[in-house]
């Protein structure tokens, strides 16, 4: 099932609309959506490598756009939408202690949160409510996010075809493997 999946992914991934479906989710993702553009990001990289540096850019741009949308969030509408969506994530309660600390830290949890599995969405909303400085919190998102999605873009750029080979080849290994990072990430995220 899995196989079959992966075989999806990969052909919507050179489906004419996919760079739309990527702008769309590295928005959301930024924002309010679960779901790291990575998921789509790098099959399309793996099926399309001579657009690796595209697909980076389009997913650098919507994403910063989508981290505005979320400071937003947290400058106008807190209260009615951001304390939901940080409930959702389990960061409800470490809100307001994290709230007197988080401008404090400059653009580190942005930086940090831009390049890593931590949900960026939880810190957009938090640079809003906190007011953090939107230049700062502009800048930092255009320096992390692009590190983590061209760092990616390169390195699939220069060895996609043997790493498309090896996953299709040791599949199973690397699903396994795809878990085990995506659950250490998600352990890292609930102890942070």
């Known amino acids: 099932m899995i196989k079959r999946?992966?075989?999806?992914?990969?052909q919507w991934a050179e489906h004419r609309y996919a760079l739309v479906a990527l702008a769309i989710i590295s928005f959301?993702?930024?924002s309010v959506f679960?779901?790291?553009?990575?998921i789509v990001m790098i099959p399309m990289i793996l099926a399309a490598p001579h657009r690796a540096f595209l697909i980076a850019s389009v997913c650098l741009f919507f994403s910063v756009l989508g981290g505005l949308a979320g400071y937003a969030i947290g400058a106008?509408?807190?209260?009615?939408i951001g304390q939901p969506i940080l409930a959702a994530l389990g960061k409800a309660d470490a809100a307001a202690e994290f709230n007197t600390r988080f401008n404090d830290m400059g653009f580190w949890p942005v930086l940090i949160a831009g390049?890593?599995?931590?949900?960026y969405k939880v810190i957009t909303i938090m640079s809003?409510?906190?007011g953090m400085p939107l230049g700062t919190f502009i800048v930092t998102s255009i320096v992390a996010r692009g590190l983590r999605f061209f760092i990616v873009a390169a390195l699939l750029w220069k060895f996609g075809p043997p790493i498309r080979d090896w996953i299709e080849r040791r599949f199973g290994l690397a699903t396994i493997l795809f878990v085990a990072v995506l659950l250490g990430g998600f352990a890292a995220i609930r102890y942070l």
Do not use: K
């Open 76 to 80: 106008l509408a807190f209260e009615q």
């Open 5 to 10: 999946l992966y075989d999806w992914t990969m």
């Open 128 to 130: 809003g409510w906190t």
């Open 28 to 30: 959301a993702e930024s």
């Open 115 to 119: 390049l890593t599995p931590f949900p």
């Open 34 to 38: 679960p779901i790291p553009p990575d």
